[in-house]
């Protein structure tokens, strides 16, 4: 028997509420931007559970932004004539026991800019301040701020950091975070269309936002 394939998604209760306000905006506004937007989250949600797409390229430390060198960020658009304004984020981690599937934990979907950009709130939901280095994470090297350069040094890199980071134990989900399976609420199953396979859907947290 063949090993099985793609990656188990887990997302937190912060991560669910993203979503929601996304969502929420899209409702309100069906022709607008917010709809664009959710488009392509769940899009691209489809895509990191199959292996289709590995996001972008691997974070970094910057003082005053973060240590995030074991987490990677996905560009989303929601004008497809604008570059992309936001960002989604997760972190690549091990299967939880031999012969399931390898993790992909959803940290953050929110607006690239402003004061409370999503990596000011990713590395809250991490419990890491600003201005520190977190030693655990120099396994992942020092990488210089920025999308890494041309696709095929970005590959190399995800790819190489994924190894590591699959291979750690100290690489481990949040307390609060569950596998995407475990319930569809109707607004993320409405978005990603009757048609998609049952695997990436909503955490099932009763929070909304209206």
Known sequence: MSPPSG???????DFDLDYRRIDAAASRNPGGPEAILRQRIVREMVDLASGNSNGHHPLG???????LRDCVTAYLQSDPQRPADFRLVFREIGAATPGELPRRELL???????VNSVYAH?????????GDRQPGLDRFGDRAPGDGGSEAARR???????????????????????????????????????RRPGRVVGTGWPERVN
Do not use: M, T
């Open 7 to 13: 990656y188990l998604l887990l997302g937190n209760r």
């Open 61 to 67: 430390f910057e003082s005053g932004k973060g240590d």
């Open 108 to 114: 953050a979907v929110r607006a690239r800019y402003g």
């Open 122 to 130: 990713v590395c809250g939901r991490l419990g890491r301040r600003l």
């Open 156 to 194: 190399a890199e995800l790819e190489a950091k994924r190894a590591i980071a699959h291979a750690w134990a100290g690489q481990r989900p949040l307390a609060s975070s569950r596998p995407l399976g475990q319930a569809r609420p109707p607004s993320l199953s409405q978005a990603s269309g009757a």
